[in-house]
Structure formats: structure tokens, C-alpha cells
């Protein structure tokens, strides 16, 4: 996402940067430039020509001309003008009390609300709030049926603990078209529903069509109309450009949408609709949906997007997402496996699924600042991931314990097992040998430098440490002499 965007914009304001002074029409004429670029990332006219106006307005106004460090200036204005444009927004989702929370989605055919339905439970599902969702898009039974699966498979997942209901009347799809306020008869059987279980919200997986349609909308309404959904969210296929505008608008003008969900962020879209929807329909982005599966849905938050886009990076989306992977146990688990030098080939397994989980990894390196923009033709290749995990899943557990007893035979046949090269496995082994390697010299210094950190972030009390069986620097008591670096030494000889 944004690739290209971020190129134009980077080099239109990397003319301003570098020179001490800058007039005032270098900076008409980087944003020239700039407003190119936005045209043709699918960003709407009028919102390019207001952004661009206020962007020279406010530079001029600011006198960036006289300033030490332009450049600087420029893209400081440049990102609080794309915040604006994109904000305020509220994320999350209101809630009231008593419930059931009625939350309607709707949106054009494919643009993603059933899938966006069970990563909305899912979300609520993981704050504790008990849902169901219900299929009133009656138009053919296997979407009942998608989105009984989707929210099946919410409910079996072990993340957090509150009940995810499904409500679905599949029969009755046979009357849809035939005879009007079919979904709506659906509708109000699943509030009852809601009621009578107990749930926080119920969430409207209604009908859409490949373009407006005012059979559709009457339709809406007349949910709308019936069951008063606390709030209305708009699903927008982010690949859709200009028409996701234009489709956008035309469910805000007939529904008042409280909010848009912005799905497919992950794909390489241009960026357009993310930049425009807000200001052509007034309504906040208050999601958006990153990937296929149902966990992929983030908060939005305009001033990480405006990062992004100005390739200032997303290291506090990262962040949030490891955290949702890695545990703080498990993490904290790990960190002491390390610096004992305990660190296996199991537990190198697992840190390689959690990565995975976090998404495909082209995605996550554009979160760094810096990278995205380096990484636009580089191909990064996932299945390079996949590579390395069938090769430690073809080690015994013995071996992947311990890779000192891994012979030319052992090399052979992890390579057969796996449908790698021998030399795969190796450069596996050598890459792993050298990660302990940095492991050791890091924790060389380890048990005080952890101290230290332990006791800024304030978790703990050093007192309850117990320092005793860490690995001191230098220290007789050291786990690695007596262990794994041992076993490295004799299979160097064996080779
Ligand atoms: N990559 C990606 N695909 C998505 C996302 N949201 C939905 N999809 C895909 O878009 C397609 C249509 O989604 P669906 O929920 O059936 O759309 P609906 O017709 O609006 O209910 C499916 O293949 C989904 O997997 C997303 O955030 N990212
Ligand atoms: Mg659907």
C-alpha cells in the first residue's frame, strides 16, 4: 500500500530538503508534484486540489522559506495536513448499556463485510464482549452459510473468553426478492435472539449488490427503519478507488453511516480511498482490515497512516502487533532461554510461526521506517519462511535440541525429508550457530543489562530477581562452557 505514493511524495519534498533556503516557488512547485502524485493514486480531485492549496497556504503563511531546515518543515506540514484529512476519528466501537449494541454493516458485494463480521467479533470477542452476529443478507444460502463458518470458527478460537453466537434463517432465502422485508423479518428474530442470550452486540451482516441499487437501499432502510442499529458502519474495498468514493457516498446519503471500514489495506492498492473517503462523506475510517483472516483488523489511526505514506514508518503498529502474537510469558520465556543459551531449534520453530502470524512479511518491513520505500522492488518471498520451518520440522527432536549430533548422514536426510539441499540445511545450521553466537555476547554482559531494563519498565522488584543460576559475565557458573558450545566444538571436528 502506498508504495508509489510514498516515492512521488518522498522525492517531490527531498527537493526542498538539503538546500538552507528554499522561495516560495520551489514549494509550489514540489507540491505540484505532489498533487501528480495523489491524482494518480485514485485520490479525489476536489480533496487534492483543498489539500494542496491548504498545504502552500499554510507553508507560505509559516514563512518555511526562512526557516534553517525546509525540507523538514515541509513534511512536517505535509503529514499534519494528510491527518487532517483523514481524522478525527473515533476508533472502536461505542458501545451502550443496557444492550445488545446493534451494529449494522453494509457495502457493495465483495467489499468484505462478512468476512469483516467475524473480525469484528472476533475483536469484541477478545475485549470481553459477548456477540452474535446475524446473516441478513438472504440473496443465496451459501452466504448464510460463509459467514456461519466464519463465525464458527471465531467462536472456537481459544482468544479471549466471551460467547460468539451465529444467528441464520438459510430457508428463507427462498422468499428473498419474491416478497419485501424478508431480511428485515430476520433482523428483528435475531435481536430477540440477542436479547435472550444475554449478548453485548449484535452485529447485521446485510445483502450488498455490485453497484447502488435502490432496490438495495430501500431495503437498508427499511432495517434501519425497524431495528434503529446503534450505528451504521460502511464496508469500502480500499482497492476500489474512485468507485468505492462514489459507492460511498451514496450509502451515506441514504444511511448516515456512522463509520467506514476500510478493507483490503494490505493489498497493493494505490491509496486513493483511504485519503478521500473521509472528506467526501464526513463519515470516520474507523478500521481497517489488513488480511484475509479474522484477526486482521487494526484500529485506524491517521497519524500512522500519514507516517506510512510519507515513509516515516509504522513502528508502533509493528509493535502492537508482536504483542498481540507473543505473549509477554512467552516472550519473557524465550529472553531467559537466550540468555542461558537454552535456545533451541523448537523454540527458533516457534519464534518463525509467530513472525508468520503477524503477516506476510513485506508487509511488516514497510512498517520500518525507511524500508518501505527500499523495499518497492524487492520481491520478499514468504515462502522462503516456509522453507526454513520444513526443514526444522524434518530434525528429530534430538537433533533440534541439540545440533552437535547432527552428522553428513543426519545433513542428508533432514535434506530428503524436507525437499531441500544438504547445503539448505547447513547454511540453516550455520545461520542458527551464529545467532546463539550473538545470543552469548549480548548476555555476556546480560544479567545486569536485563537487570537494568527489568527495573526501568518498572514490572519488577530487583530484590525478587533471584540473580542466582543466570549466566554472570565471564562467570564459572556460565550454562553455555558446559553445554551446547561444548557439543559445537565436537562436530566441527566431525566435519
Ligand atoms: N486481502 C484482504 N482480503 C479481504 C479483506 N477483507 C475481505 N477480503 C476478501 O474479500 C473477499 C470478499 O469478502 P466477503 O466478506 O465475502 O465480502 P462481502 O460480499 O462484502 O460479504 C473475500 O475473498 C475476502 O477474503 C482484507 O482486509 N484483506
Ligand atoms: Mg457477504
Not at 348 to 366: D, E, T, Y
Not at 406 to 418: D, E, H, M, P, V
Request: with cysteine.
Amino acid at each position: 500500500m502506498f508504495e508509489n505514493l510514498t516515492n512521488r511524495i518522498q522525492g517531490a519534498l527531498r527537493t526542498l530538503s538539503g538546500r538552507g533556503r528554499i522561495t516560495e516557488e520551489n514549494v509550489r512547485d514540489a507540491m505540484r508534484e505532489v498533487r501528480t502524485a495523489l491524482l494518480e493514486a485514485d485520490v479525489h480531485l476536489d480533496v487534492v486540489t483543498r489539500f494542496c492549496d491548504d498545504v502552500v497556504r499554510e507553508a507560505v503563511g509559516s514563512e518555511v522559506t526562512r526557516s534553517l531546515k525546509p525540507g523538514q518543515e515541509m513534511i512536517g506540514i505535509v503529514h499534519r495536513r494528510l491527518v487532517d484529512l483523514m481524522g478525527p476519528v473515533e476508533p472502536g466501537l461505542m458501545q451502550v448499556d443496557p444492550g445488545p449494541t446493534i451494529v449494522m454493516l453494509c457495502g457493495l458485494q465483495g467489499s468484505g463485510k462478512t468476512t469483516t463480521c467475524g473480525k469484528l467479533a472476533a475483536w469484541l470477542k477478545a475485549r470481553g464482549r459477548s456477540v452474535m452476529v446475524a446473516a441478513a443478507d438472504l440473496q443465496r444460502p451459501a452466504a448464510v452459510d460463509q459467514l456461519r463458518i466464519v463465525v464458527e470458527s471465531v467462536a472456537r478460537d481459544a482468544k479471549g473468553g466471551a460467547q460468539v453466537h451465529f444467528y441464520g434463517e438459510p430457508d428463507r432465502c427462498a422468499e428473498y426478492g419474491r416478497a419485501v422485508g424478508v431480511a428485515v423479518g430476520v433482523c428483528q428474530r435475531a435481536l430477540a435472539a440477542a436479547r435472550a442470550a444475554r449478548v453485548d452486540t449484535l452485529i447485521l451482516d446485510t445483502a450488498g449488490r455490485l453497484h447502488i441499487n435502490d432496490e438495495l437501499m430501500a431495503e437498508l432502510e427499511a432495517v434501519n427503519r425497524q431495528l434503529h442499529p446503534h450505528q451504521i458502519l460502511l464496508v469500502v474495498d480500499a482497492m476500489a478507488g474512485q468507485d468505492a468514493i462514489v459507492a460511498a457516498r451514496a450509502f451515506h446519503a441514504r444511511l448516515e453511516v456512522d463509520g467506514i471500514i476500510l478493507t483490503k489495506f494490505d493489498s497493493d492498492t494505490r491509496g486513493g480511498a483511504a485519503l478521500s473517503v473521509k472528506s467526501v462523506t464526513g463519515a470516520p475510517i474507523r478500521f481497517i482490515g489488513v488480511g484475509e483472516r479474522f484477526d486482521a483488523l487494526e484500529e485506524f489511526h491517521p497519524e500512522r497512516v500519514a507516517g506510512r505514506i510519507l515513509g516515516m514508518g509504522d513502528v508502533v503498529s509493528l509493535v502492537e502487533r508482536a504483542q498481540q502474537e507473543v505473549s509477554e510469558e512467552e516472550a519473557e520465556r524465550l529472553a531467559s532461554k537466550m540468555a542461558e543459551g537454552r535456545f533451541t531449534m523448537d523454540d527458533f520453530l516457534q519464534q518463525l510461526r509467530s513472525i508468520r502470524r503477524m503477516g506476510p512479511m513485506k508487509q511488516l518491513l514497510g512498517m520500518l521506517p525507511g524500508v518501505g520505500s527500499a523495499l518497492k522492488d524487492v520481491n520478499v518471498d514468504d515462502r522462503q519462511l516456509n522453507r526454513l520451518e520444513g526443514i526444522v520440522h524434518a530434525m528429530t527432536p534430538e537433533e533440534r535440541s541439540d545440533l552437535a549430533v547432527l552428522s553428513k548422514s543426519r545433513t542428508r536426510r533432514i535434506a530428503r525429508g524436507s525437499a531441500a539441499e544438504p547445503a539448505e540445511v547447513n547454511r540453516l545450521v550455520r545461520q542458527f550457530e551464529m545467532v546463539q553466537k550473538m545470543m552469548r555476547q549480548v548476555s555476556g554482559g546480560g544479567a545486569l543489562g536485563r537487570l537494568k531494563a527489568m527495573r526501568e519498565m518498572g514490572k519488577m522488584d530487583p530484590s525478587m530477581m533471584g540473580l542466582k543460576g543466570m549466566p554472570m559475565p565471564g562467570g564459572k557458573g556460565s550454562t553455555y562452557t558446559a553445554g551446547p558450545r561444548a557439543g559445537f566444538k565436537k562436530r566441527k571436528k566431525k566435519r
